[in-house]
Nanobody, 124 residues
Framework: QVQLVESGGGLVQAGDSLRLSCTAS????????MAWFRQAPGKEREFVAA?????????QYADSVKGRFTISRDNAKNTVYLQMVTLKPEDTAVYYC????????????????WGQGTQVTVSS
């Protein structure tokens, strides 16, 4: 199985920056897509960003974060990052790392492996 561990969450003020990390271990594949999802209190889990381990590191972003968040990867470390800038209170959520076996999907159902999540709280 694949194990995913997130880190880097915390409490910040609006306009601040934060970088999340997700490290993968176990039976990983270079074909995997890695993604970040988030879930705010009382809301459904939503897609944030995704990246391929290979294929040139092709990426996909939700419209709500495009231009503010950047997903990247370090293949040697089996680690995916989410660099978040100009954070807003509406970015407050638990952020989850996930892995999919094929393609570069944006749906929850396509991802078979999930981390435990890391809390991001943005104050006004």
């Amino acid at each position: 199985q694949v194990q995913l561990v997130e880190s880097g969450g915390g409490l910040v003020q609006a306009g601040d920056s934060l970088r999340l990390s997700c490290t993968a271990s176990g039976r990983t594949s270079s074909r995997y897509a890695m993604a970040w999802f988030r879930q705010a209190p009382g809301k459904e889990r939503e897609f944030v960003a995704a990246i391929k381990w290979r294929s040139g590191g092709r990426t996909q972003y939700a419209d709500s974060v495009k231009g503010r968040f950047t997903i990247s990867r370090d293949n040697a470390k089996n680690t995916v990052y989410l660099q978040m800038v100009t954070l807003k209170p509406e970015d407050t959520a638990v952020y989850y790392c996930a892995a999919a076996s094929f393609g570069l999907p944006v749906t929850i159902a396509a991802y078979g492996y999930w981390g435990q999540g890391t809390q991001v709280t943005v104050s006004s």
